[in-house]
T-cell receptor, first 116, second 113 residues
Framework: AQSVTQLDSHVSVSEGTPVLLRCNYS??????LFWYVQHPNKGLQLLLK??????LVKGINGFEAEFKKSETSFHLTKPSAHMSDAAEYFC??????????????FGKGTLLTVNP | KAGVTQTPRYLIKTRGQQVTLSCSPI?????VSWYQQTPGQGLQFLFE???????NKGNFPGRFSGRQFSNSRSEMNVSTLELGDSALYLC????????????FGDGTRLSIL
């Protein structure tokens, strides 16, 4: 079975300061990992993905994440927060559990607030 | 290229009614997945369709059903609506079954009175 734990339900930062959103996962297979962002009343937009290539993954809007197998973590970072980054962020794991069907498991989400 | 389109955006129903939601995938995408998003349970996978066949199913009661047409458009139906069905229903498409990442629509917000 696979699972995703987003360690913080809410993170608040000041504009211009670094962002760290934490995600731990468990998976019986070699997982693919994703970060999605959701703005109010919108669908999910892909920020970045890890699919067993480079462990440091760069995404859109200056975000990046590092896959650490030994720590089963996939934390999302950004050097300098912008007001437009305020949104909810989801860590997602996908593996081929139980046969040929891929299964997506979502974290509970982290609400990022950016203060001026 | 147009994104994933979901209609309607908002819907209000009463308990016991049934509802049909529609999803048009990105052109050329043949796989459509449906998700339910609620504050309490978060995002949960409902089912995935590819080539008009259900390929994967989440843990939801039989009141939740779906189908896919030959043009890859998909519909989701919920019968005998309950208050707990109030949620944002998201549709996502990808070129083939099981291919990640998926591209999401903006969802249909369903409210049950």
């Amino acid at each position: 079975a696979q699972s995703v734990t987003q360690l913080d339900s809410h993170v608040s930062v000041s504009e211009g300061t670094p962002v760290l959103l934490r995600c731990n996962y468990s998976s019986s297979y070699s997982p693919s990992l994703f970060w999605y962002v959701q703005h109010p009343n919108k669908g999910l937009q892909l920020l970045l993905k890890y699919t067993s290539a480079a462990t440091l993954v760069k995404g859109i809007n200056g975000f990046e994440a590092e896959f650490k197998k030994s720590e089963t973590s996939f934390h999302l970072t950004k050097p300098s927060a912008h007001m437009s980054d305020a949104a909810e962020y989801f860590c997602v794991v996908s593996d081929r559990s139980g046969g040929s069907n891929y299964k997506l498991t979502f974290g509970k989400g982290t609400l990022l607030t950016v203060n001026p | 290229k147009a994104g994933v389109t979901q209609t309607p955006r908002y819907l209000i129903k009463t308990r016991g009614q049934q509802v049909t939601l529609s999803c048009s995938p990105i052109s050329g995408h043949r796989s459509v997945s449906w998700y339910q998003q609620t504050p309490g349970q978060g995002l949960q996978f409902l089912f995935e369709y590819f080539s008009e066949t259900q390929r994967n199913k989440g843990n939801f009661p039989g009141r939740f059903s779906g189908r896919q047409f030959s043009n890859s458009r998909s519909e989701m139906n919920v019968s005998t609506l309950e208050l707990g069905d109030s949620a944002l229903y998201l549709c996502a498409s990808s070129p083939r079954a099981g291919v990640q990442p998926q591209h999401f629509g903006d969802g249909t917000r369903l409210s049950i009175l």
